[in-house]
């Protein structure tokens, strides 16, 4: 299948994008950075998805993955505004079997940086919309919210001993989620499901369920 991911330079869209890989299938990357994945059947775009202009022109797209995003940096504009944009542009259409936007368990618990909360709460809500006119396609759209994820985005809480003593306290589960795990999520909500649409799935180790946010000044 055709496959875009944004964000893939590292963290979960990295993880995503070489999951659809392993499987065989052919996968475009969108990011600012460059890439570090080196597959033939992988092709990588270096550009800010906030910058329209200079998107890939890319059609018959079967399974886009909106990831890319920031957190404190712009977060309306990357995280909704340029998640819209590309959903429009590549996933609407005829040929698209399933759309996953990456939320956040903050979307539903407003528990961190206001325009962070605000965007992802606006993620959740898009994705109803864009489920009720890709269905007409036969396909579906989801969001996949994480809590907590081991990437180089969190590493200034995970390398604070108490804040994340802190945070696990926070986290019924006692552990964040890894990358790996949160792309089988990705994996199955868009290839193995067929029938879940317009949902929002929280996989956050049971995070939400305290609502406290804890974080570094």
Request: net charge negative; hydrophobic share 35%; proline share 2%.
């Amino acid at each position: 299948m055709k496959i875009l991911i944004t964000g893939t330079s590292q963290g979960i869209g990295r993880a995503i994008a070489q999951r659809f890989l392993q499987e065989g299938n052919t996968v475009f990357g969108i990011d600012r950075q460059e890439s570090s994945i080196d597959n033939e059947n992988y092709t990588h775009f270096v550009c800010d998805v906030c910058d329209y202009e200079s998107l890939p022109k890319l059609s018959n797209v079967e399974i886009l993955i909106n990831n890319a995003g920031t957190q404190n940096e712009n977060d309306i504009d990357v995280n909704l505004k340029a998640l819209i944009h590309i959903t429009e542009k590549y996933g609407v259409q005829k040929d698209i079997k399933s759309i996953l936007n990456i939320g956040s368990a903050s979307g539903h618990t407003g528990a961190e940086f206001p325009q962070y909360c605000a965007s992802k709460g606006g993620v959740i809500a898009y994705t109803k919309n864009v489920a009720t006119r890709v269905a007409l396609f036969g396909a579906t759209c989801n969001s996949l919210d994480p809590g907590g994820v081991l990437t180089p985005l969190n590493q200034c809480v995970i390398d604070d001993k108490k804040l994340w003593a802190e945070i696990m306290e926070e986290t019924p589960l006692k552990r964040w989620a890894t990358a790996e795990e949160i792309a089988d999520w990705a994996y199955f909500l868009t290839v193995t499901n067929k029938f879940c649409t317009g949902q929002s799935i929280v996989v956050d180790g049971g995070e939400s369920i305290n609502f406290n946010f804890v974080w570094k000044d």
